[in-house]
């Protein structure tokens, strides 16, 4: 019979005190269904769901691949930016006026800053042990708001961006891929000084015709008489009366741009 440290008496009899194992987990068998040993049984639960959710992004990666678009281009002014689903609601708010332009500090580091710092002090406001929503009033309604604003702000940054002139903006062209058209240049054409004259011609079909904010000029189709009337009258996102020239200086430019075709 052992006596002594370590020894605890259970009816009459002796048994150690430390005789569990020490990796064997706590019988949990008079709270069936309320609780359960964190390693294996609820680790196990938590990789297989991890292992299905995990399962579904490879297939839709493998389904729905990520959109390449062209090589970013900072001379672009015309390209529309456009966020990773989960912060649209913070691009939407930098679009309202008191949280974008002097006030951007707002939109950007002020509100996200109060939302964060209201779930930080969201332990210190409600101490109570009730789980159940209806009884903790202060943070179902800070979450239920926080929920709302987000959907909302969501949901207008979605129906309000050009979804079409995205899908067109991000399109790979010859011009990304470096397949330009075989185009022969006459630097010496009076056409060719008028157009580098132009600042707007510049800015939106580029010094070498490849195009920057506007369509890329090597390889088009367009006659002289189409040419002159897209520069008078505009067209697509091209303004009407850009143009800075005498009719004679426009009949050159448009001649000289009819030019730039493709060699056969």
């Known amino acids: 019979m052992q006596r002594g440290k370590g ?21 949990y068998s008079e709270y069936p269904g ?36 062209g090589p970013a281009d900072p001379t ?20 309202y006026t008191y949280a974008s332009g002097p006030y951007n500090i707002i939109g950007a580091i002020v509100i996200p800053a109060l939302a964060i710092g209201a779930l930080i002090l969201m332990p210190f406001l409600d101490k109570g042990p009730e789980r159940r929503p209806s009884k903790r009033p202060i943070p ?16 207008e940054s979605v129906v309000n961006h050009d979804w079409e002139a995205a899908k067109a903006q991000g399109v790979i062209t010859d011009k990304d891929l470096g397949l330009l058209p075989d185009v022969e240049i006459d630097e ?12 707007s011609c510049v800015g939106c079909h580029a010094a070498d015709f490849t195009g920057a904010g506007g369509p890329m000029l090597l390889g088009n189709e367009l006659t002289a008489e ?13 303004p009407a009366d850009t143009f800075q020239g005498t009719e004679e200086e426009l009949q050159q430019l448009a001649e000289f741009i009819a030019s730039l075709k493709e060699a056969k």
Request: net charge neutral; no cysteine; glycine share 6%.
């Open 226 to 238: 189409e040419v002159a009337e897209v520069i008078k009258n505009g067209r697509g996102g091209m």
């Open 188 to 199: 010496t054409a009076p056409g060719y000084e008028i157009f580098q004259a132009q600042a």
């Open 34 to 69: 309320k609780t359960e040993a964190f390693w294996p049984d609820f680790l196990l639960k938590e990789w297989m769901v991890g292992a299905v959710f995990l399962i579904g992004y490879l297939l839709l990666t493998v389904a729905h691949p990520s959109p390449l678009e």
């Open 140 to 155: 179902t309604a800070l979450m239920l708001l926080a929920v709302a604003a987000m959907f909302y702000l969501t949901w």
């Open 76 to 95: 672009n002014a015309s390209y529309i930016p456009l966020p990773d689903w989960y912060f649209l609601f913070l691009y939407q708010l930098l679009k």
């Open 7 to 27: 020894m605890k008496f259970v009816g009459d009899s002796r048994i150690k005190a430390n005789n569990r194992m020490v990796n064997q987990p706590k019988d």
